[in-house]
Nanobody, 121 residues
Framework: QVQLVESGGGSVQAGGSLRISCTAS????????MAWFRQAPGKEREGVAT????AVADSVKGRFTISRDDAENTLYLQMNSLKPDDTAMYYC??????????????????WGQGTQVTVSS
């Protein structure tokens, strides 16, 4: 079965940093495509970063970095220079087949419960 568990969310002041994690079951980590998404209340779920090529969305480029620890089946998202509009629930997602659009939420069928990130001004 697919298992995705996010952790590390919290509250920080603008300009601060936070590192969140997504730990998957071994089978999920090895056999699925994985990515980070976020969603603020009333807004569309948006792609943040993908494990493939360690790519990040333009909206967070230069501030966020995705990394991986294959031995621990874990994906990380290092978030620096945080802004209030980064406030959202951050989700880890997985897809069985290669997404045509890696940062499009509709490409992913499996989701973790999310971890809340709140940035105050």
């Amino acid at each position: 079965q697919v298992q995705l568990v996010e952790s590390g969310g919290g509250s920080v002041q603008a300009g601060g940093s936070l590192r969140i994690s997504c730990t998957a079951s071994r089978s999920t980590y090895v056999n699925y495509y994985m990515a980070w998404f976020r969603q603020a209340p009333g807004k569309e779920r948006e792609g943040v970063a993908t494990r493939r090529n360690l790519a990040v969305a333009d909206s967070v480029k230069g501030r966020f970095t995705i990394s991986r620890d294959d031995a621990e089946n874990t994906l990380y998202l290092q978030m620096n220079s945080l802004k209030p509009d980064d406030t959202a629930m951050y989700y880890c997602a997985a897809a069985r087949t290669r997404p045509g659009r890696a940062l499009y939420a509709g490409e992913y069928s499996y989701w973790g419960q999310g971890t809340q990130v709140t940035v105050s001004s």
